[in-house]
Structure formats: C-alpha cells, structure tokens
C-alpha cells in the first residue's frame, strides 16, 4: 500500500540554525501538507501546497518557514533559524484532493 | 481557540466491550469529520469519516454518530480490542476551508484484555 515517507526521523539541531525537513508524498496525489504537534498539544496545520505553490497557511507559518517540491517526489519544510519552541513532531500529508489525508510518520525535531 | 474539542484525554475499557470516544465543535461551518487513529512514533491514520448530510457513518467495528444540532460527534468502537489501543484524534473541516482539518487534543484509548 503507497505511503508517505519522511527523513530524518529525528533532527537535532541548535538555536539558529537552519534545517530541512523531507517528505516523499504517495505519488498520484496532488495536495501537500505539513503539519506540527508539540508535545502534549493538538496537531496544527502550517501550510498546504498545490500545483507548485502554497495554497493556505495558518499564523503559525511565518516567514521563517517555506515549503518547496524541489522535483517530481520530494516535499520540503525549511526553517530557516531555529527557535527553541519550533521543538514538535512535523508530519507531512498528502491527499487526492478529497477530504482525508494520508500522514507520514513524522520527523521529530529537538533545537536546543 | 478550540473549535474542536475532545474533553476526555484518556478512555480505559476492557477487551470486548464499547469504547465510545467524544468530540464537540464549535464551528457551524465544518461540514465534514474525520477521526484518526495514532500509534506512538507513527503519524494519524485516518479511521472513518461522516458529511454533514449524514448522522451516522459505520465500518465493520467502527461507527461515527454526528449530531448536528449539538455539534456532537463520537465514535463507537464495539467490539474493541486491545489492537485499538491508541490515540483518537477528532477532526473537522469544510469545503469553505479548503476541507484542512482542524483537530481535537486527542484521546487515550486503552483496552485492556
């Protein structure tokens, strides 16, 4: 059965600097998500991408974030300078475009 | 600002009988509901969705109730498992909004054998 994949499974990065984030949506899917959860709190939508752009993005993706599709496969989140409370799960998400979305696995990422 | 709300963070219930997992929102706008189920170190797995038109969705041990007028949905689990054991998120969304899920806190389930 197809899936989402993401690397690294586990980021550890310090204060300020960048990192990058990787999902390989399920191929035939045409929408893109990246959602966060930090410990202990809900799930939050960040941003969705369709036909190479963003489509809609929440208050919490802000300019220290982007999103690209670098080529037919791969789905990026970049941060640009790390803050202490960007420390969450990340999960990327795809979908036909149909309510329901398929959820990667999730990168857990620590800044400390 | 919780619109979608799941009061009980945790459900404890033993092996064959009915879990019943709650959820309330606030949003009149959400016209479409999902629940995914979350295992440790894994992401949501979608479970089971309702439409708005509808008050009752099922799928073999899985049945989604929606009350609209309360803004209230659950899902019942019968029989439950210990397989089930994991996190229930409740999640609304609608076409206005480009059907993205807003999601509760989640709730607990364990099923004891």
């Known amino acids: 059965e197809p899936e989402v994949t993401q690397t690294p499974s586990h980021q550890v990065t310090q204060m300020g600097q960048e990192v990058i984030l990787r999902c390989v949506p399920i191929s035939n899917h045409l929408y893109f998500y990246w959602y966060r959860q930090i410990l202990g709190q809900k799930v939050e939508f960040l941003v969705s991408f369709y036909n190479n752009e963003i489509s809609e993005k929440s208050e919490i993706f802000d300019d220290q974030f982007s999103v690209e599709r670098p080529d037919g496969s791969n789905f990026t989140l970049k941060i640009r300078s790390t803050k202490l409370e960007d420390s969450a799960m990340y999960f990327c998400?795809?979908?036909?475009?149909?309510?329901?979305?398929?959820f990667g696995p999730g990168t857990r990422l620590t800044v400390t | 600002d919780q619109q979608v709300k799941q009061n009980s963070p945790s459900l404890s219930v033993q092996e064959g009988r009915i879990s019943i997992l709650n959820c309330d929102y606030t949003n009149s706008m959400f016209d479409y509901f999902l629940w995914y189920k979350k295992y440790p170190a894994e992401g949501p797995t979608f479970l089971i969705s309702?439409?708005?038109?509808?008050d009752k969705n099922e799928d073999g041990r899985f049945t989604v109730f929606l009350n609209k007028s309360a803004k209230h949905l659950s899902l019942h689990i019968v029989p439950s498992q210990p397989g089930d054991s994991a996190v229930y998120f409740c999640?609304?969304?609608?076409?206005?909004?480009?059907?993205?899920?807003?999601f509760g806190r989640g709730t607990s389930l364990i099923v004891h054998p």
């Open positions: 999640a609304a969304s609608s076409l206005g909004g480009s059907y993205i899920p807003t």
């Open positions: 998400a795809s979908s036909e475009g149909t309510p329901g979305q398929y």
């Open positions: 309702i439409s708005s038109i509808k």
